[in-house]
């Protein structure tokens, strides 16, 4: 039975992070399933679920990387997964949305928005955020993807959202995306 686990490494940027992630966990044995990466300003942080190989565990594949990425100067997590989370899953067919926020920067955009989103049903499935601009006008770009139960719901989210743009002082902009294969 195939063996998983969740590695997240960060650290500050620069090149040659990716690569020697990726060689390390090839030369260990490991096949990199699904992963996540992104620079937040200065630093880089990366998630990744690996299969691990027969005779490495999880905390062995840390060990081992650990030592291994210590010329960049990187935090690493991992842990095992259980079964059931990493199982390939067929995902429901689901209506899936893409909601844009764009507007000034202050604190409390992320809570109401995504608090929005959960009471109406909604599930965030990706989101990316940055604050754009310059320092003293700061603009906040949020891009949400955003899984709905029913098509149906789309509008009474719409309605919510477009309650909170007054509040917020920000544009809130929801579109259903056409297909999302992988």
Do not use: W
């Amino acid at each position: 039975m195939d063996r998983f686990a969740i590695v997240t490494a960060f650290g500050q940027d620069r090149p040659g992070i990716v690569a020697l992630m990726a060689d390390s966990l090839y030369q260990l044995g490991c096949n990199i399933e699904d992963s996540c990466m992104t620079r937040l300003r200065g630093e880089f942080t990366m998630m990744l679920m690996v299969r691990l190989p027969a005779g490495i565990d999880a905390d062995t594949l840390g060990s081992r990387l650990t030592s291994k990425t210590a010329p960049l100067d990187l935090a690493l997590l991992c842990r095992a997964l259980p079964d059931q989370a990493a199982t390939r899953q067929s995902t429901p067919d689901m209506p899936t949305f893409m909601l844009s926020v764009y507007g000034a920067d202050h604190p409390g955009i992320v809570a109401q928005v995504a608090r929005t989103v959960a009471q109406q049903g909604g599930n965030i499935t990706d989101m990316n955020t940055r604050v754009i601009g310059s320092g003293d006008v700061p603009v906040y770009v949020m891009v949400l993807e955003i899984q709905l139960p029913q098509t149906q719901q789309a509008e009474l989210l719409r309605q919510a959202l477009d309650a909170l743009k007054p509040l917020l002082g920000v544009d809130l902009t929801l579109r259903p995306l056409e297909s999302v294969t992988f």
